[in-house]
């Protein structure tokens, strides 16, 4: 069997960490399997479903990675093939229309409350062969009387529904528009979906979609449905948790990869390992270890994985996702050195990309002032002829690498009797501006020799500045 999942997102909304697990699982679980993964818009409810939530699904999904063999499809352009279904079924008396008024559903409903009884539509125009009254009419399916609706699924195990339970479902509105179960079945049956991957709020929904399905004369697909993600507080992950658009983690500097990572642990795991690899997780991925229990969103725990996913991002990699960072910080590529230097040297200090920027900023701008503190404490008399030894070398070197540059900043230190630390600090602050960076050869290297010599003067001739004060 061809192994063929789909993503179902409703633009009703954004793509949020929620549905980005759920997209996930479905792809990771298709391309284990060497199988397709379908990309399907459930636009159906053309109120709430907007073009905006649209491209923030298809953007999102293209940021992540998880790239749809086939797709997007979008529901609102198959509204002639749900029709032809109801049409068909209404002909095999699979369905049948119903032209209950709301008032009398209102009367049906109160009198089911005011006996203790669930609330169910009671078929009664099941009977019915031709219109009774004038009016619209809905379509409703003729849902088995009796039996029960087995799920086994492969994360739940499984379920049993009765039939009894369940009424008959309301497949096309008045308006011909389909309902929302009705339509999945005929997608998943005609997408030849192979596994359902969904949310675990759908459960309820799957015994009504296997019955649609059997009307279809269509075996059912194999269901898994994903216990859900819980915020730190333990209520349903919302907007306050970071349920926000995925695009803003973007934005905010993680990589998707890491994303993806702390993702993947929602529910599932491998040991106990924590970092993955996308290869890692879709050689190792399997539906059928997904457990069973809710589990809460950590954004200290992603923001850990970010981390480790920069520091082992190849050179290239990071180069690339930068870019958009640079922008967002006002800052020129081009005037600095190449971003595969850049991650290399600032990768270990940084949990974002958008603080590898921040960090990273006196490499591509001058700074307005140095740290007052760390001039105080580093920028003193007692160095400034060793800067200005070290400005000389550096003026004079054949070659500006991080080795030509550590060496000479060793031999000035060791001809002063200085340690290395003595004066790479001084250094350091000289050309940063501040007290902390990537090791001293690392962070002059990449600030270049222009900027490097220039900002030397400055830190000297701050020096001369003060001792002259002290003098006078
Ligand atoms: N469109 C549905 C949703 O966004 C998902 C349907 C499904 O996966 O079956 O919740």
């Keep these: 069997m061809t192994v063929r999942t789909r993503f179902a997102p409703s633009p009703t ?22 199988g397709q993964f379908v990309l399907r818009i459930e636009d159906t409810d053309r109120q709430r479903s907007t073009p905006e939530n649209v491209d923030a699904i298809v953007d999102g999904m293209a940021w992540l990675g998880l790239d749809a063999d086939e797709g997007p499809f979008f529901q609102t352009e198959r509204f002639d093939r749900y029709r032809a279904i109801t049409e068909q079924w209404l002909d095999e008396g699979k369905a049948y229309r119903c032209y209950c008024t709301k008032e009398e559903l209102d009367e049906l409903r109160a009198g089911q409350k005011e006996r203790g009884e669930k609330m169910r539509y009671d078929g009664r125009c099941r009977q019915r062969s031709e219109p009774c009254k004038a009016g619209d ?4 399916f003729k849902n088995p009387l009796d039996g029960d609706v087995v799920v086994d699924d492969l994360v739940r195990g499984r379920v049993v529904f009765s039939n009894a339970e369940l009424d008959d479902l309301v497949i096309a509105r008045s308006d011909g528009t389909p309902t929302y179960n009705f339509s999945v079945i005929v997608d998943d049956h005609d997408m030849k979906i192979s596994h359902v ?19 279809l004369g269509a075996p059912p697909p194999a269901y898994a449905h994903l216990p859900m993600i819980l915020g730190a507080d333990g209520a349903k992950l919302s907007k306050r948790h970071g349920a926000v658009d995925i695009r803003d983690y973007r934005e905010q500097g993680y990589l998707p990869e890491a994303v993806l990572n702390y993702l993947v642990r929602l529910g599932w795991s491998h040991g106990d390992q924590e970092v993955f690899s996308i290869e890692e997780m879709i050689r190792l991925f399997d539906v059928a270890d997904v457990n ?12 850990w994985l970010n981390q480790q996913h920069i520091i082992s991002a190849p050179a290239t990699r990071l180069s690339e996702a930068l870019i958009t960072h640079f922008e967002q910080a006002g800052l020129a590529p081009q ?47 007692v160095i400034l002829e060793p800067l200005k030894a070290v400005r000389e070398r550096f003026a004079s070197l054949s070659e500006w690498s991080k080795e030509a540059i550590g060496q000479s900043i060793e031999e000035v230190a060791a001809s002063f009797g200085l340690n290395m630390g003595k004066l790479g600090q001084p250094i350091r602050v000289a050309v ?5 960076s990537p090791p001293i050869d690392v962070t002059v290297s990449l600030v270049g020799r222009e900027r490097t010599l220039e900002r030397l003067d400055k830190g000297i001739r701050l020096i001369e500045a003060r001792a002259q004060a002290h003098e006078n």
């Design 335 to 381: 005037d600095g050195p190449d971003l595969k230097d850049l991650a290399d040297g600032f990768r270990e200090r940084a949990e974002t990309l958008t603080q590898m920027v921040s960090n990273a900023r006196y490499c591509y701008e001058d700074f307005d002032e140095i740290d007052p503190k760390g001039a105080k404490k580093n920028l003193r008399p």
């Design 432 to 436: 940063t501006g501040g007290t902390v």
């Design 197 to 215: 991957i969904r949310g675990d709020d759908h459960l309820n929904n799957t015994p009504r979609q296997m019955n649609l399905l059997a009307a």
């Design 137 to 140: 009419s809905v379509v409703r």
């Design 13 to 34: 909304g954004v793509l949020h960490l929620g549905s980005v697990r759920t997209a996930l699982f479905c792809w990771l679980y298709a391309r284990h399997c060497g």
């Design 292 to 303: 069973q229990s809710a589990s809460s969103f950590n954004p200290e725990k992603l923001l």
